[in-house]
């Protein structure tokens, strides 16, 4: 089976290009041959997939100018998206791979790139990596405007080279069925669970005085940090030494991290509130064998691949009703309502008063994850449904 895959960009290392190169390298076997095209890959960031097939429309660490494009690339100009596809539709032609069974993309930039590509006899699988905003849906539809007909055509023309849709959870399945009207299977996602495993076991730290919550992601208006920071003031009340660590890039988007520091200080918690923009894997892992909880909430749909992480490794964690993961986790997890401080300040008082029975539900609930969002797993079903569809085209 030879496949090929497309994600608009690998110059950030977050959990959507994260999911693309895993299913690349799980993929990538002796039965199989995958490669991937991308606008602009970051080599630095992901150097430990260097033997595998990746052609990008440009290396962005050959290039001083790094951050600058880096800048420009994921800011607001309506430009930059002309440069993706340019250098993503550069990608295509100077991809190794001529002849393909099946194409898995990752976006709608890479769907744009459908229509400049022969897919007779070709399997087409969209992954919807993200959930895409109701907004850009529209775009799959014609009306009365005509210049917004003129921007859907090139849509309309790639979704109908589309066989099937992958979604990460039943939501986005709703989402697909109303907007897209297209098959779709819900495959779930994955997560780094067999590196994360069991880390708060091997733990040689001292226990410490400080009760330390961790909220990992990079710092976009959707995340629901501004209800962490509320549920924090109210137990700082009754318990003095708590501490929040939020990990995550900032550069995306500096003015919420204005905004967030300056909820901070009208809160009168800047003491307790630490950010951190970066953390190689190896202090990553260290950091969560000290963390007494991990809290994951979102305004937005997401899957929620560092809060499976966090459980795998032993953290009772705290996330949204609203994201892919809670789906997997159910009724034995620690779920609250998005926009809910209040909800997230009962949990925290729960896990404090509980401690025995919230360790060995999230032992249970660890166990779980482990089984059932591991990236062999997630691989293995895109791979059998390539498989199938391949099959049913010949």
Known sequence: MRVLMSVQLLNVAGGTTKTALQLLKHLDTKKNSVELITSIYDGEIYQQ??????????????YKNKSSLNKFINGQNPLRYFLIIFLLYKAFHSRKMHNFDAIVIHDMISLLLLNLVNTSNVYVLWYLNTQPSIQKLNYFSFNNNVFHNILSFPFIRGLSKVNKIGVYDSIN?????????????????????????????????????????????????????????????????????????????????LSYKIELLNQIKKLKISKNVEFIEYLSESEKKKLYQNVNV??????????????????????????????????????????????????IYSKLINILQNKKTIKEKTRILSIKIRKECSWSKFSYKIGQELKFGIKELS
């Open 294 to 343: 991990f809290i994951f909430v979102n305004d937005g749909n997401t899957w929620g691949q560092a809060a499976a992480e966090a459980i795998v490794a032993g953290i009772p964690t705290i996330l949204t009703n609203n994201i892919g993961l809670a789906e997997i986790v159910g009724k034995n997890g620690l779920l609250v309502k998005p926009n809910s401080p209040k909800d």
């Open 49 to 62: 997939l260097k033997s595998f097939r990746i052609s990008p429309g440009i290396t962005i660490n050959k």
């Open 173 to 253: 399945q709703q989402i697909v069925n109303k907007y897209l009207n297209k098959s779709v299977v819900n495959f779930s996602n994955g997560a780094d669970v067999e590196e994360y495993v069991n880390l708060k076991k091997f733990s040689k730290t001292k226990t410490s005085k400080t009760f330390t919550l961790l909220s990992v992601g990079m710092l976009m208006p959707y995340r629901g940090y501004e209800d962490i920071f509320v549920a924090l003031k109210k137990l700082l009340i009754t318990k003095k030494n708590v501490k929040l660590i939020i990990l995550g890039r900032s550069d995306f988007s």
